[in-house]
């Protein structure tokens, strides 16, 4: 006897085949990433990974929150003590939005990314991504907290402007999923460490990047204000470059909304 529905049955753990990860699949909490961050706290070692088969009271970009359904999404939190300069890690919220873009290719659905790491299936958002800087008594630690969307359903969703696999016609396994965002989150984070000022990353990301070359944006800045502009490139520190009234304005942070397409 099961009291879960079908259509969203639960992650199987034994299933996962992840590389130096520590998998933890809870029930319920209010949000992975604050579980993560005290666990850092208390000296967690990298790779804890949190997973909550329901978030009740989940944190998104800009003070916003993210709440989903039981089983609907993908509701996980990553942590990582990156040993890369710190003038390089602006680059770890973009490698991470890339991996999850990656991992859904990889399985056929057309990903691309919004700046700096909305992942977006046509217009809609389908995954977002906070990434938090945490200091600790073993040095800084970065926990990078992800919510996919997989069957959740219009009226379910955390954000305007978002969509599911499943409303983007993708019936997808949650487990092997997970399975394969935390293997391009690897591979990606591992080159990263490796060479953190290689040009492949920058290379790959822009590759991916649906806000540029030349689209026009409506940036949300962290102060309240708003620019208007083209968005021309991505600058060697992950800035966002917009040709803006005044001339290019390299932004580092803010809620970016692609004008032309009416989009998100
Ligand atoms: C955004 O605003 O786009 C970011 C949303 C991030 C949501 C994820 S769900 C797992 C993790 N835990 C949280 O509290 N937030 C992130």
């Known amino acids: 006897m099961t009291d879960q529905p079908a259509e969203r049955p639960r992650l199987e753990p034994t299933r996962l085949t992840t590389r130096g990860y520590h998998v933890h699949v809870i029930d319920q909490t209010a949000s992975t990433n604050h579980l993560v961050t005290e666990e850092a706290i208390k000296g967690a070692p990298e790779g804890l990974v949190v997973v909550a088969e329901h978030q009740t009271s989940g944190r998104g970009r800009l003070d916003r929150s993210w709440e989903t359904p039981a089983r609907a999404a993908l509701t996980f939190s990553v942590l990582l003590r990156p040993t890369v300069a710190a003038n390089r890690w602006p680059w770890l919220p973009l490698l991470a939005g890339l991996a999850v873009a990656r991992a859904l290719r990889a399985t056929g659905v057309d990903a691309d990314l919004k700046w700096p790491n909305d992942v977006l299936i046509g217009d809609g958002k389908v995954a977002g991504l906070l990434v938090e800087r945490v200091e600790t008594p073993v040095g800084p630690a970065a926990v990078v907290g992800i919510g996919l969307n997989v069957s959740t359903r219009t009226d379910e969703l955390p954000v305007p402007g978002a969509t599911s ?64 502009g083209v968005a021309t490139d991505i600058a060697e520190d992950g800035g966002l470059v917009v040709e803006g009234p005044a001339g290019p304005v390299t932004l580092h942070a803010g809620d970016v909304v692609h004008v032309r397409t009416g989009g998100i």
């Open 165 to 228: 696999l499943l409303l983007a016609g993708v019936e997808a396994d949650r487990t092997a999923l997970l399975d394969r965002i935390l293997w391009t989150l690897r591979e990606e984070y591992d080159a990263w460490q490796a060479a953190p000022g290689d040009h492949a990353l920058r290379a790959a990301y822009l590759e991916r990047c649906a806000t540029v070359p030349n689209h026009q944006v409506r940036v949300g800045l962290p102060d309240g204000s708003v620019i208007e």
